[in-house]
Nanobody, 117 residues
Framework: QVQLVESGGGLVQPGGSLRLSCAAS????????MGWYRQAPGKQRELVAVFSSSGGTDYADSVKGRFTISRDNAKNTVYLQMNSLKPEDTAVYYC???????????WGQGTQVTVSS
């Protein structure tokens, strides 16, 4: 079983920054992909940023140049640095990982990010 625990959400003004963390219960090298999705009220869950199976990174067009995904292998943690936040970034942000051995998909519990003045 895999557990993903997110932290770092909150309320921030437009133009501000937040850093989200996702701590995994096992080595992040166990995962085929690992990254962040978000879901705004009334909308479908969408990809934000991910470490892909090739080892590179993919970003949603709406966050390119503002968000950066990174990882600390020793801490089994993936981060999402979010800068220049906009009201339309308001959503619940979820950590996602796909296990290499089974291709099972795991989700964190989600963390709320609200961008408002």
């Amino acid at each position: 079983q895999v557990q993903l625990v997110e932290s770092g959400g909150g309320l921030v003004q437009p133009g501000g920054s937040l850093r989200l963390s996702c701590a995994a219960s096992r080595s992040i090298f166990s995962f085929y992909t690992m990254g962040w999705y978000r879901q705004a009220p009334g909308k479908q869950r969408e990809l934000v940023a991910v470490f892909s199976s090739s080892g590179g990174t993919d970003y949603a067009d709406s966050v390119k140049g503002r968000f950066t995904i990174s990882r600390d292998n020793a801490k089994n943690t993936v981060y999402l640095q979010m800068n220049s936040l906009k009201p339309e970034d308001t959503a619940v942000y979820y950590c996602n990982a796909i296990l290499i051995t089974t291709y099972d998909t795991y989700w964190g519990q989600g963390t709320q990010v609200t961008v408002s003045s």
